[in-house]
């Protein structure tokens, strides 16, 4: 069983940063690939990025790509997704994921965040 606790969401202006942030506990950190995933007002979850589980492999959707970098410290069992150049289209629930390798589809992971809502106004 692995517990997931997201935060940093938050309103912010076009252009602008922020960077999310995901605890785990409850099993060895460095034995679980994670990743990234948002929803969209009335819109399918998407894969935002993902991360291997020493973190030398990372992986990202298309409409993130050059903005949007994932990391983990796995001595702090935490994983990490700065978000840059923030555009409006990017406002979400976001939410962190745990499973056993980096796969883009949501049903490949086993445990999830409670999602933190990030809103860009333009």
């Known amino acids: 069983q692995v517990r997931l606790v997201d935060s940093g969401g938050g309103l912010v202006h076009t252009g602008d940063s922020l960077k999310l942030t995901c605890v785990a506990s409850?099993?060895?950190?460095?034995?679980?690939?994670m990743g990234w995933f948002r929803q969209p007002p009335g819109k399918e979850r998407e894969f935002v990025a993902g991360?291997?589980?020493?973190?030398?492999?990372?992986f990202y959707g298309d409409s993130v790509k050059g903005r949007f970098t994932i990391s983990r410290d796995n001595a702090k069992s935490t994983v990490y997704l700065q978000l840059n150049k923030l555009k409006a289209e990017d406002t979400a629930v976001y939410y962190c994921?745990?499973?056993?390798?980096?796969?883009?589809?949501?049903?490949?992971?086993?445990?999830w965040g409670q999602g933190t809502l990030v809103t860009v106004s333009s």
């Open positions: 409850g099993r060895t950190f460095s034995s679980i690939a």
């Open positions: 991360i291997s589980r020493s973190g030398g492999e990372t």
């Open positions: 994921a745990a499973g056993s390798v980096v796969v883009d589809a949501p049903s490949g992971y086993h445990y």
